[in-house]
């Protein structure tokens, strides 16, 4: 069993700045791809930014600028630095790893969710 344990969200005024962390534990081979989406209310899930295990990463054009993923493969933890945040951000994050199961399959695990707010 996979889990992705996610922490760092909360209450931020616009142009503040919230660092997302998310951990992957459990009983696997590796991680590969992971990354951060949001869903803000009434709206449908979209990508914010990715990054592969050899640390490519990618940005939705509305992040670009302003949040940094990055990862820690040795605790197979990836992080979201969030800066100069506006009301749009608003939303639930979600952490998301693809993950090589002892099978040697590939699995897509997702994290509960993280709320971040960001309002004056």
């Known amino acids: 069993q996979v889990q992705l344990v996610e922490s760092g969200g909360g209450l931020v005024q616009p142009g503040g700045s919230l660092r997302l962390s998310c951990a992957a534990s459990?009983?696997?081979?590796?991680?590969?791809?992971m990354g951060w989406y949001r869903q803000a209310p009434g709206k449908e899930r979209e990508l914010v930014a990715t990054?592969?295990?050899?640390?490519?990463?990618d940005y939705a054009d509305s992040v670009k600028g302003r949040f940094t993923i990055s990862r820690d493969n040795a605790k197979n933890t990836v992080y979201l630095q969030m800066n100069s945040l506006k009301p749009e951000d608003t939303g639930v994050y979600y952490c998301?790893?693809?993950?090589?199961?002892?099978?040697?399959?590939?699995?897509?695990?997702w994290g509960q969710g993280t709320q971040v707010t960001v309002s004056s």
């Open positions: 998301n790893a693809v993950v090589i199961i002892m099978t040697r399959r590939e699995w897509v695990y």
């Open positions: 459990g009983i696997f081979f590796s991680v590969k791809t």
């Open positions: 990054i592969t295990e050899g640390y490519t990463t």
